[in-house]
T-cell receptor, first 115, second 111 residues
Framework: DVKVTQSSRYLVKRTGEKVFLECVQDMDHENMFWYRQDPGLGLRLIYFSYDVKMKEKGDIPEGYSVSREKKERFSLILESASTNQTSMYLC??????????????FGPGTRLTVT | SQQGEEDPQALSIQEGENATMNCSYKTSINNLQWYRQNSGRGLVHLILIRSNEREKHSGRLRVTLDTSKKSSSLLITASRAADTASYFCAGSRGSNYKLTFGKGTLLTVNP
């Protein structure tokens, strides 16, 4: 069964801290994604990666960076956390699949609070 | 940029009724996908419809796509309390692997 796991369900950090959010998938998927979800704004793409060590900015990359050293792991880094980064963070992965469908498989989410 | 825009934002129905949610999008898509999210959880893929298709069925789900109007609808028939969730449409454009999600419709099915 397809599985995407995220390192924490809930996380509380202080302003200015460096924060690491980890995502691991066991499906050998090429593509991995980080989204943030806020009430009234839906899901917004922060960064994605289509291969090991490859990354592309999404729609809202400011204040974030990512790392993909291994195919199964995609990390989101908040270099200096700020209160406006309080949000639900969702990781997803995908592969072309039959007919190049690229369905995305999501982790359970990490609810990050920055105080 | 917002690819999908769901309508209504919230929908409340009784068990057994049908639920219809709509999605409009701005730019051409390769396919349109619908996802479901239970409260506080990750999203789960429900159904995909390609740009050259007009209708797809999967169990109690029926999706339509009208590329001339840049709109799609998701119909859930004979709804159950367990269908209570948020539903999102997402369009793929350019390279298929990148999706742009709408803001979602919150469906509440009352027992």
């Amino acid at each position: 069964d397809v599985k995407v796991t995220q390192s924490s369900r809930y996380l509380v950090k202080r302003t200015g801290e460096k924060v690491f959010l980890e995502c691991v998938q066991d499906m050998d998927h090429e593509n991995m994604f980080w989204y943030r979800q806020d009430p009234g704004l839906g899901l917004r793409l922060i960064y994605f990666s289509y291969d090991v060590k490859m990354k592309e900015k999404g729609d809202i990359p400011e204040g974030y960076s990512v790392s993909r050293e291994k195919k199964e792991r995609f990390s989101l880094i908040l270099e200096s956390a700020s209160t406006n980064q309080t949000s639900m963070y969702l990781c997803a992965s995908s592969t072309p699949g039959q007919g190049r469908r690229y369905e995305q498989y999501f982790g359970p989410g990490t609810r990050l609070t920055v105080t | 940029s917002q690819q999908g825009e769901e309508d209504p934002q919230a929908l409340s129905i009784q068990e057994g009724e049908n639920a219809t949610m709509n999605c409009s999008y701005k730019t051409s898509i390769n396919n349109l996908q619908w996802y479901r999210q239970n409260s506080g959880r990750g999203l789960v893929h429900l159904i995909l419809i390609r740009s050259n298709e007009r209708e797809k069925h999967s169990g109690r789900l029926r999706v339509t796509l009208d590329t001339s109007k840049k709109s799609s609808s998701l119909l859930i028939t004979a709804s159950r309390a367990a269908d209570t969730a948020s539903y999102f449409c997402a369009g793929s454009r350019g390279s298929n692997y990148k999706l742009t999600f709408g803001k979602g419709t919150l469906l509440t099915v009352n027992p």
